[in-house]
């Protein structure tokens, strides 16, 4: 797996983390917090939880499954992106648009964004 491969997976597991961490078990959430988050080895998050490698790597694994299954019922991560899309376009239509209906604009915009 390429470099780019890795860190975007990565960063879609975090992504998805933030969204469902609540439905993951407590010993599911610590083991992803560690390795996704704060970048421990499978080696180091064994040490800390007296455990072999593999079963770390295991955890690991079925906690990113978990994630997907997750998003691919409820496709939170997946509506975020979306919304995130058409407010950038919309972004970009007000920028054309004449300068008092642009800065309505971008108030409303600035507050649904708030609104998550």
Known sequence: MTEDRILEKTNRINLLFDFYEPMLTDKQQAVLKLYFHDDYSLGEIAEQFKISRQAVYEHVKRAEQMLEEYESKLLLLTRHERRLKLLS??????????????????????????ME
Do not use: F, K, N, T
Not at 96 to 111: T, V
């Open 89 to 114: 376009e919309a972004e970009e239509l007000l920028l054309q648009s004449p300068g008092d209906l642009a800065d309505r604009a971008a108030d409303y915009m600035r507050r649904i964004v708030h």
